[in-house]
């Protein structure tokens, strides 16, 4: 009997940096790991150092990065970095607090709560041009000739924006959904003609952390 192929997708949210402590905007500006993000990093390494993962991909920046090359060598693979994997850029936001956010950009987070999809914060992209550059580069993955996992190592925004389209959900949608750090979401793609779709098998899962990591 033939062996139905089956595509695995798992999402993944790089560990903690500096400014995930503080609670600050952060985008497109490169920060690291922090010590706990490396343990966090670590400790998804640990997760897929058995799963039959094939392909690692990551966003360029450090702290996907750091992350990616943690998980990839157990599997002794290279990360492949991809450009359009990057974080939202949230322009003048970038680096500001929450409390900051409110006081200088209220009127931005007011339309952008009603319109997720198309309100760029000033000087950043909006949330659909994240996703038209990241959601190819997932869906794609189903012309490979892959029946094993393919680890992907991005950012929270980003990812929001992938799960909406694996779904069929609007962007509206992406407040609804939460991706933490050192997460794993997981998408499978089984072919089977008129029945093939994305399915979510696991969102936001962070079994492996141990309290102190999470």
């Known amino acids: 009997m033939e062996q139905v192929r089956r595509l695995i997708v798992y999402l993944i949210r790089h560990g903690e940096t500096i400014w995930n402590r503080e609670g600050r905007c952060q985008g497109v500006t490169d920060v690291p790991l922090t010590g706990r993000?490396?343990?966090?990093?670590?400790?998804?390494?640990?997760?897929?150092?058995e799963e039959a993962v094939s392909v690692i991909l990551s966003s360029p920046l450090a702290r996907a990065r750091e992350t990616a090359e943690l998980i990839a060598r157990p599997h002794g693979?290279?990360?492949?970095?991809?450009?359009?994997?990057q974080e939202w850029n949230q322009g003048e936001m970038e680096g500001l607090t929450g409390p900051q956010l409110l006081q200088r950009h209220e009127t931005f987070f007011t339309r952008w709560l009603?319109?997720?999809?198309?309100?760029?914060?000033?000087?950043?992209?909006?949330?659909r041009a994240v996703q038209?550059?990241?959601?190819?580069?997932?869906?794609?993955?189903?012309?490979?000739?892959?029946?094993g996992a393919v680890a992907v190592i991005?950012?929270?925004m980003t990812i929001g924006t992938i799960l909406c389209a694996a779904l069929g959900l609007p962007l509206a949608s992406i407040h609804r959904l939460?991706?933490?750090?050192a997460s794993r979401s997981t998408l499978t793609f089984t072919p089977?003609?008129?029945?093939?779709?994305?399915?979510?098998?696991?969102?936001?899962?962070?079994?492996?952390?141990?309290?102190?990591?999470?």
């Not at 693979?77 to 994997?85: K, Y």
């Not at 009603?114 to 949330?127: I, M, S, V």
């Not at 939460?178 to 750090?181: G, I, K, Q």
């Open 77 to 85: 693979l290279r990360v492949t970095l991809r450009d359009e994997l």
């Open 37 to 49: 993000g490396y343990r966090q990093a670590q400790a998804l390494a640990e997760l897929l150092r």
């Open 114 to 127: 009603q319109d997720p999809a198309d309100t760029a914060p000033p000087g950043g992209e909006p949330l």
């Open 192 to 214: 089977l003609g008129l029945f093939s779709t994305w399915v979510l098998t696991t969102l936001n899962d962070r079994h492996h952390l141990t309290t102190e990591l999470r």
């Open 178 to 181: 939460r991706v933490d750090l």
């Open 154 to 156: 991005s950012h929270t």
């Open 132 to 147: 038209e550059r990241a959601w190819p580069v997932i869906d794609q993955l189903r012309e490979r000739t892959l029946n």
